[in-house]
């Protein structure tokens, strides 16, 4: 995890051996353990969670009775629910190249008379 070698280590416990002393380096050791070994369980459970996640993606959600609660007669069950098809529109003709010229046409061209001009967003002066 850390890529530390047998040397390191050695180097790392001298160095705790000096700091700590010989009377607190057991608890501190032991206290370095236990923190290792919870991250490890984390660790494991997160990646068994994810496993079970993606292992499970492929199965439909099933509906039934709580767990622990036995079924009965009465338990209701989810009838299947058949596809529909989408309602067919029919297709809309394209405009004929007459319309279309006509259109740019007129994008283009500057209004013959002012009054079709179109309105201005600017408030009129007071």
Same mark, same amino acid.
């Given at each position: 995890m850390f890529n530390v070698g047998g040397a390191e280590v050695f180097v790392i416990l001298l160095v705790a051996l000096v700091v700590l002393g010989p009377d607190k380096l057991p608890g501190a050791m032991r206290s370095v353990g236990n923190v290792v070994g #919870?991250?490890?369980?984390? &660790?494991?459970?997160?990646? &068994? #969670?994810?496993r079970n996640a993606m292992n499970n993606t492929d199965r439909p959600p099933t509906v039934g009775p709580i767990v622990g609660e036995q079924p009965t007669d009465q338990t209701p069950t989810v009838p299947p629910v058949a596809p529909t098809p989408p309602a067919s529109t029919p297709p809309e003709a394209p405009p004929s190249p007459t319309v279309l010229r006509q259109a740019n046409e007129s994008m283009f061209r500057p209004p013959a008379d002012p009054a079709d001009q179109r309105p201005s967003l600017e408030r009129p002066p007071e």
């Amino acid at each position: 995890m850390f890529n530390v070698g047998g040397a390191e280590v050695f180097v790392i416990l001298l160095v705790a051996l000096v700091v700590l002393g010989p009377d607190k380096l057991p608890g501190a050791m032991r206290s370095v353990g236990n923190v290792v070994g #919870e991250m490890r369980k984390l &660790s494991n459970g997160f990646q &068994s #969670e994810m496993r079970n996640a993606m292992n499970n993606t492929d199965r439909p959600p099933t509906v039934g009775p709580i767990v622990g609660e036995q079924p009965t007669d009465q338990t209701p069950t989810v009838p299947p629910v058949a596809p529909t098809p989408p309602a067919s529109t029919p297709p809309e003709a394209p405009p004929s190249p007459t319309v279309l010229r006509q259109a740019n046409e007129s994008m283009f061209r500057p209004p013959a008379d002012p009054a079709d001009q179109r309105p201005s967003l600017e408030r009129p002066p007071e």
